[in-house]
């Protein structure tokens, strides 16, 4: 499974990002995709995932009301569109797919990573 994130720069507080993952032909065999981040010195955590079939959805607490995940089918890209950004939401953002049977935030869960993308918000 390949999975390219883009879109990652920096920007002020308050502004908006949105994050792209192109992914490769294999994810539909994988129920969820996801976006997750890593702070320097934190451990990785888990932001916003998808469940492919049926669109469902779920939010870390911290993000709620902020981003948006969603994906575009024809293009299978995986989104994140990010609102009212702060300075706590700066880190390395990550896109992970994998069949999950456990916690869908749970980093541990996926098998499947992007390389990542920077977002720095000052």
């Known amino acids: 499974v390949q999975l390219v994130e883009s879109g990652g720069g920096s920007v002020q507080t308050g502004g908006s990002l949105t994050l792209s993952c192109a992914a490769g032909r294999y994810t539909y065999e994988r129920n969820c995709m996801g976006w997750f981040r890593q702070r320097p010195g934190k451990d990785r955590e888990g932001v916003a995932v998808?469940?492919?079939?049926?669109?469902?959805?779920t939010y870390a607490d911290s993000v709620k009301g902020r981003f948006t995940i969603s994906k575009d089918n024809a293009k299978n890209t995986l989104y994140l569109q990010m609102n009212s950004l702060k300075p706590e939401d700066s880190a390395m953002y990550y896109c992970?797919?994998?069949?999950?049977?456990?916690?869908?935030?749970?980093?541990?869960?996926?098998?499947?990573w992007g390389q990542g993308t920077q977002v720095t918000v000052s």
């Open positions: 998808l469940w492919i079939g049926g669109a469902q959805t």
């Open positions: 992970a797919a994998d069949r999950v049977l456990g916690w869908v935030l749970n980093p541990r869960e996926y098998n499947y």
